[in-house]
């Protein structure tokens, strides 16, 4: 396994192997506009890039489990949403921000990291990095943009 926690939402414990593709990690948070403004593009490449598995990450300790819980089920995502409320999932990946993605190879070298888009607001985005990314990855080309910045709010450490 790439990454291991409890679950949020999806069942009880969650394995991240490698997808038959690769394996798309997101830090999610259930109360930051950012994230939140990055769903429906999550939920649409999920679906459009079955070829990946997609794992989020909920690494915020100042937001319940319980309540993060309940947002993420109500945001319907098929994807499971990992509990990270100590950060070491954080820290291992050096996620800074919400939404901070990475896609992963099946062997989990880092092919991705960064925003979703080049936007706090994907409405507001002029490129979908992470879009491209999978994209490049299933085409078999090389990764175009491997690191671009990721816009949004604080993951908060203890």
């Known amino acids: 396994a790439i990454v291991e926690g409890p679950a949020l939402l999806g069942g009880s414990s969650i394995k991240i192997e490698g997808g038959r593709m690769g394996t798309v990690v997101v830090f999610l948070s259930s109360v930051c506009p950012c994230s939140q403004s990055h769903e429906d593009e999550l939920k649409k490449l999920n679906r459009e890039y079955a070829e990946f598995q997609f794992v989020g990450i909920h690494s915020n300790p100042d937001e319940t489990a319980a309540d993060a819980k309940a947002y993420f089920q109500k945001v319907g995502f098929t994807f499971p949403v990992i509990s990270d409320f100590d950060q070491k ?29 080049d936007s706090s607001r994907l409405g507001r985005a002029n490129q979908l990095f992470l879009r491209q990314a999978l994209n490049d990855v299933k085409s078999n080309l090389p990764v175009r943009t491997k690191l671009a910045r990721a816009l949004g709010c604080a993951i908060k450490r203890r």
């Open 89 to 117: 999932l954080a820290n291992r990946f050096r996620a800074i921000k919400t939404p901070h993605a990475f896609v992963l190879s099946k062997s989990g070298e880092i092919l991705f990291q960064g925003g979703v888009s």
